[in-house]
């Protein structure tokens, strides 16, 4: 049977990890979380001292995936989305968080200052949701409120209703 491959985008923060993990549970889909993949395989390519944070070898990281994306039903989670190879992906969506509740989420992950104002500001100046529009067809991209339970409980839905219904136009 052939499956979707699925892109969840977003500034670090949105819910991107809550809702890949829930999707995969209730869809028997594969989730990947590229930077716990990154984080495994130690796909790395130096440090960044600003940051704080290792530089992903995002080279590494596609020829990784290759295999299992080629196969199909797979979610992947990650807060970047410009050098994944376009044929990869089914459909894209973006989660986008109001400031304030995205920054107690941030806080509460222990990010300091420099880190914290500038994924607020990867947020409002809707950062990801261009990114994504620059690497994919405009129509394979959705933007998606992530603010409360229940629009993650909606968001859930409405992709399941989409992967079931992929699967029905792809199954003939």
């Not at 949105?14 to 796909?43: C, F, H, M, P, W």
């Amino acid at each position: 049977m052939l499956l979707p491959n699925i892109l969840l985008t977003g500034t670090p923060g949105v819910g991107k990890t809550t809702l890949g993990k829930e999707l995969a549970s209730r869809s028997g889909l594969k989730y990947i979380n590229v930077g716990d993949l990154a984080r495994e395989g130690q796909l790395y390519d130096g440090y960044d001292e600003e940051y704080d944070c290792p530089i992903l070898d995002e080279d590494r990281v596609v020829d990784e995936l290759e295999n299992q994306m080629s196969e199909g039903g797979v979610i992947v989670d990650y807060h970047g989305c410009d050098f994944f190879p376009e044929r990869w992906f089914h459909i894209v969506f973006v989660l986008k968080t109001d400031n304030s509740i995205l920054y107690k989420r941030l806080e509460t992950r222990g990010y300091n200052e420099k880190k914290l104002k500038d994924n607020i500001q990867c947020e409002i100046f809707q950062v990801l949701h261009e990114e994504a529009l620059a690497s994919y067809k405009e129509e394979i991209v959705h933007q998606l409120p992530s603010n409360t339970p229940e629009e993650l409980e909606d968001n859930i839905n409405q992709i399941l209703k989409w992967i079931e219904q992929w699967i029905k136009d792809h199954s003939s």
